[in-house]
C-alpha cells in the first residue's frame, strides 16, 4: 500500500524511511513517486524542500539551522536513522557496522554527504577560483549558495524553492542563491537541462549560461550550453521566452535592455553562436502538436489548401507565410494523421507542385498556384 504523505510536516517526511532513501539513493522510480506527488500536491513543495534541506543541514552539523526544528536530542536520533537508511541501501557486506561515538558519527555523516555530493545531489558550494564561465558567474553570488552536479548517466529531476522543475542532463550542473525565490529566480546553467518554470508576473526566471540570458515568466523549455561547445541552444516546448547576449542585457548602470533579445514561441529554438555572437532563429527539428491546440483529425477530402494550413499554424503554433490568391483554388485530399509536421508541409507541397523553406522559424511556401495543375 503507497503511503498518504498528504499531512505529512517538515519533520514527518525528513524522518520518513522513504523520502531518506529517496535522499541517499535515488532510484528511477523514487525520482517519478516524488515528482507525481509533488506534482499532484503543490502545496507541499515547500515542506518537502525543507526536508530535504533539514536532513542535509544534520548531516553537515549545521546546528543553526537544524534548531529551527529540532532539539539536540532529536538532531542526534535523525541523525542515527540517516545513518541506518545509509547502511540499509548498501550491499550485505557493508551492514556490519561497529558502534561508534556521537563525534565519529558525525565524520562517518560527513562521509555520507561527501557520497550524495558525488552522485549529484543539492549542497552549499563555496566560493572558487577556477576559470569557466559559469564559475566566473557563480562565484559573484553570495558565500552560501547551492548546487545540483549530474554525474550519474541518465537525466534527473529536481527542484527549486518556488516548486519550478528542471530535468538535469548527465554532465551538467546548475547554481541559484540561498536568496532565490525572495530576491530573484537566477539560475546559472553549465550543460544541458529543460525547465518547467511556475508562474510568477512579480518575479522573472532567468537561466545564466555562457554568454546568453534566458528569461521567462513562466513555461517549459530546454538550455543547452556546454563549456566546451562552440553553439548555446534554447527551444521552448510551452510559453515564450526572450533570450539575451548576457553583456547587452546590462547595461553600467544596472538597468535591462528588453531591445536586444530574441523571442522565442513554442517548436522555436535559437542558435547562438559564441564566437561570432550571432543569434540564428529557427524551428526546432521536430515541432511537436501544442497541447493546448484545437484538435483535429488531419484528414483531408477535397478541403481547400488555406484550411489546412490554417489547422497546422493552430495545432504546431507555427507562421506560415503564403499567397491566399495563389492557393485560392488548391485542394487536399490525404490523410496527415501519422505525419510529423515536415511529412505534412512535404505531402502538401507535393499535392499543389509547391515548395517550401523554413526561415528564421517562418515557414514559407512557394506556389504557381493550382489552375493549371
Known amino acids: 500500500m503507497i503511503k498518504d504523505y498528504t499531512n505529512f510536516s517538515v519533520i514527518d517526511l525528513a524522518i520518513d524511511d522513504a523520502f531518506l532513501r529517496h535522499y541517499l539513493l535515488p532510484s528511477p522510480e523514487s525520482d517519478l513517486f516524488w515528482y507525481n506527488w509533488l506534482r499532484d500536491n503543490p502545496g507541499q513543495a515547500t515542506d518537502w524542500e525543507e526536508a530535504r534541506k533539514l ?7 549545521l546546528k543553526d539551522y537544524t534548531r529551527i526544528y529540532l532539539s539536540e536530542e532529536a ?18 557486506r557493508e551492514k556490519v557496522v561497529p558502534m561508534v561515538s556521537w563525534q565519529h558519527s558525525r565524520l562517518l555523516a560527513a562521509c555520507v554527504v561527501l557520497a550524495i555530493l558525488a552522485a549529484g545531489y543539492w549542497f552549499v558550494w563555496q566560493h572558487d577560483a577556477a576559470g569557466s564561465m559559469y564559475q566566473k558567474q557563480v ?14 548517466s541518465e537525466p534527473q529531476i529536481f527542484y527549486l ?3 519550478s522543475s528542471v530535468l538535469l542532463f548527465p554532465a551538467s550542473k546548475m547554481s541559484y542563491s540561498s536568496a532565490y525565490n ?6 546559472y546553467l553549465s550543460g544541458k537541462a529543460i525547465f518547467d518554470v511556475r508562474k510568477n508576473p512579480e518575479r522573472p526566471f532567468l537561466v545564466y549560461a555562457n554568454e546568453i540570458i534566458t528569461k521567462v515568466l513562466g513555461t517549459r523549455f ?38 536586444a533579445g530574441v523571442l522565442l514561441l513554442p517548436n522555436q529554438q535559437v542558435v547562438f553562436k559564441r564566437t561570432g555572437e550571432q543569434f540564428n532563429k529557427a524551428l526546432v527539428e521536430s515541432p511537436a502538436l501544442l497541447p493546448a491546440a484545437p484538435v483535429s483529425a488531419f484528414v483531408y477530402d477535397e478541403t481547400p489548401v488555406l484550411r489546412v494550413l490554417e489547422e497546422i499554424e493552430m495545432a504546431y503554433g507555427v507562421d506560415i507565410v503564403f499567397s491566399d490568391e495563389l492557393l485560392q483554388s488548391c485542394e487536399l485530399t490525404a490523410n496527415l494523421s501519422e505525419e510529423p509536421l515536415r511529412g505534412k508541409l512535404d505531402i502538401i507541397c507535393r499535392s499543389i507542385g509547391a515548395t517550401y523553406e523554413i526561415v528564421d522559424a517562418q515557414i514559407i511556401i512557394t506556389s504557381k ?3 493549371e495543375i
Open 75 to 92: 538532531e542526534e536520533e535523525l541523525l542515527q536513522r540517516i545513518w541506518a537508511t545509509n547502511r540499509s541501501t548498501q550491499p550485505d
Open 55 to 61: 536532513v542535509e543541514a544534520v548531516l553537515l552539523g
Open 139 to 152: 562565484s559573484q553570488l553570495p558565500d552560501t549558495r547551492f548546487e545540483k552536479v549530474n554525474s550519474l
Open 222 to 259: 530546454e538550455v543547452s550550453a556546454f563549456e566546451k561547445d562552440a553553439d548555446v541552444i534554447v527551444k521552448v516546448q510551452s510559453g515564450q521566452v526572450s533570450v539575451y547576449q548576457e553583456k547587452e542585457y546590462s547595461n553600467s548602470s544596472g538597468q535591462h535592455s528588453e531591445k
Open 369 to 371: 498556384g493550382c489552375k
Open 161 to 163: 524553492p518556488d516548486s
Open 182 to 187: 525572495n530576491e530573484n529566480r537566477n539560475v
